[in-house]
């Protein structure tokens, strides 16, 4: 989180809402301190995943959290929260729908605008998009729910449709495909920013985001890294239609 305050500095002519990420109290002190319109926190949906991240149990973690959004929403900021490996952990395996709707219950009742569900290793299918989903409306209905998906099985893009069709409001993107826990051995990146924005153009979903000028910046992004290509693959081919 070196810089973070820099970055934010830098952003004074924006026509988008600012999220900064925080994973506890000392990152929440100097989250508020900057000119951010919404704060993240991360919850945990196991523990085995907790531990190797933080090394605390999930319960602490999530205790941590909900006590981050009540002194986010008081600061008068949007305050989310990311449930953490909500499809599966790389210790534990398979996180059911139900448990996933108790942890976004008391995020809720903390005060959290937003669930995220995060597939933080890429195990995720269309299935299990929508059981989560559906077990966070119902436990949670009056908390905005979005969805953050990596391509580490090459399902990404189709949990995204999924998540759409469930009835999910946003969706989490990285330009360029970069992105990936250093905790889940083999994981992908997150899905790209372009490829999804490509995607959802063809099916006539408007995001005002233009594919194109995304797939340019993965490409600089890309050679900044040392790399000939992103994992993006919108780069690679002919706008299309043509023209």
């Known amino acids: 989180m070196e810089g973070a305050e820099e970055i934010c ?44 991240n933080t090394g605390a149990s999930a319960m602490d973690r999530n205790q941590e959290a909900a006590r981050l959004v009540e002194r986010i929403t008081a600061a008068g900021r949007r305050a ?12 534990e395996g398979e996180v059911s729908p139900a448990h ?11 005060g959290a605008d937003e669930i995220a569900l995060g597939d933080t290793i890429g195990v995720a299918v269309p299935t299990s998009v929508r059981a989560a989903v559906d077990a966070v409306a119902d436990a949670a209905p009056n908390v905005a729910i979005r969805c953050h998906f ?11 449709v999924a998540a759409l069709e469930a009835g999910v409001g946003a969706l989490d993107s990285a330009v360029g495909g970069y ?38 910046s993965g490409i600089w992004l890309a050679r900044q890294l040392g790399d000939d290509q992103p994992p993006a693959m919108l780069g690679r081919v002919p706008r299309w239609p043509p023209g």
Do not use: W
């Open 100 to 110: 996933v709707g108790r942890i976004s219950s008391a995020m809720a009742a903390a």
């Open 150 to 160: 990596h391509n580490t099985r090459n399902a990404g893009y189709a949990n995204a």
């Open 80 to 91: 989310s929260v990311t449930i953490s490996v909500a499809f599966g952990d790389p210790v």
């Open 179 to 216: 992105g990936g826990s250093p905790f889940s051995p083999g994981a992908g990146g997150n899905v790209a920013s372009e490829d999804l924005i490509g995607l959802l153009d063809r099916m006539q979903i408007e995001t005002g985001l233009d594919a194109m000028a995304l797939a340019a």
């Open 9 to 52: 500095a830098a952003l004074t002519e924006r026509s988008f809402s600012s999220i900064g990420l925080v994973l506890n109290e000392r990152g929440l002190d100097r989250a508020l301190a900057c000119d951010l319109d919404e704060v993240n926190c991360v919850a945990y949906a196991s523990d085995g995943y907790a531990h190797k």
